[in-house]
């Protein structure tokens, strides 16, 4: 079969990304936006981590604290969402914004109540920094009702014309490696593990 191009012209024809956030892109500027094409997770994975000992158990105990985020982050843009959904007052909590590279240092070091977040980005970030998982609690969005898709793979528009078999190509193989993944996860991570060593 025909190899899929990664990258052609410095551009990305596939990639694996945040559906809501190319919904956003697709509303701001719809000619030639990349398609979502297949969908890997079926939960939104948007979450406010604490630290463990945090006094911070439920979303309403999030008001009078001071959260942190990067401006862009999906999770910090979907809070007002949250709140509604969760029945808190928005207004009572303070957002600081920083650098995405600072979000767990900023947290352990209790210059912020929480930070907002992708669970899985958030736990390997913490662990580069030596934060186990012990450390930290998560308020997960889709705990409070927040019914979101999450990743998936992107297309660009532009793949999808010139070799849309290269993509059904591809993701004929990827829902195949996942069906296999799902069936013996040790193996998955053995794999993984040789591709990308820790």
């Given at each position: 079969?025909?190899?899929?191009?990664?990258?052609?012209?410095?551009?990305y024809?596939?990639?694996?990304?945040d559906?809501n956030?190319l919904i956003?892109?697709?509303a701001?500027?719809p000619?030639g936006a990349p398609?979502?094409?297949?969908?890997?997770?079926?939960?939104?994975?948007f979450?406010?981590?604490?630290k463990?000992d945090s006094?911070i158990?439920?979303?309403?105990?999030?008001?009078?604290k001071?959260?942190?985020g990067?401006?862009?982050?999906?999770?910090?843009k979907?809070?007002?969402?949250?709140?509604k959904?969760a029945k808190?007052?928005c207004?009572?909590?303070k957002?600081t914004?920083?650098?995405?590279?600072?979000?767990?240092?900023?947290?352990?070091?209790?210059?912020v109540d929480g930070?907002?977040?992708?669970?899985?980005t958030i736990?390997f970030?913490?662990?580069?920094?030596?934060v186990?998982?012990d450390?930290?609690?998560y308020?997960?969005f889709?705990d409070?009702?927040m019914d979101?898709?999450?990743?998936?793979?992107i297309?660009?528009?532009?793949?999808i014309?010139?070799?849309?078999?290269?993509?059904?190509?591809?993701?004929r193989?990827?829902?195949?490696?996942?069906?296999?993944?799902?069936?013996?996860?040790?193996?998955?991570?053995?794999?993984?593990?040789?591709?990308?060593?820790?």
């Amino acid at each position: 079969g025909a190899a899929v191009p990664l990258v052609a012209n410095g551009t990305y024809d596939l990639g694996f990304g945040d559906v809501n956030a190319l919904i956003e892109l697709v509303a701001r500027k719809p000619e030639g936006a990349p398609v979502a094409v297949y969908v890997m997770f079926n939960q939104p994975p948007f979450t406010i981590a604490v630290k463990d000992d945090s006094p911070i158990r439920t979303p309403k105990d999030m008001e009078g604290k001071t959260l942190g985020g990067a401006a862009n982050n999906g999770a910090l843009k979907l809070f007002p969402a949250f709140c509604k959904l969760a029945k808190i007052d928005c207004s009572g909590v303070k957002i600081t914004n920083m650098q995405p590279n600072l979000r767990e240092q900023m947290l352990m070091q209790g210059q912020v109540d929480g930070v907002f977040g992708y669970v899985n980005t958030i736990r390997f970030s913490a662990k580069l920094i030596g934060v186990g998982d012990d450390k930290l609690r998560y308020i997960n969005f889709g705990d409070y009702g927040m019914d979101l898709y999450s990743n998936g793979i992107i297309v660009s528009a532009e793949l999808i014309k010139s070799n849309p078999e290269a993509i059904k190509g591809f993701l004929r193989a990827l829902n195949k490696g996942l069906v296999d993944a799902l069936k013996d996860p040790d193996a998955a991570v053995a794999a993984g593990a040789q591709r990308e060593p820790p």
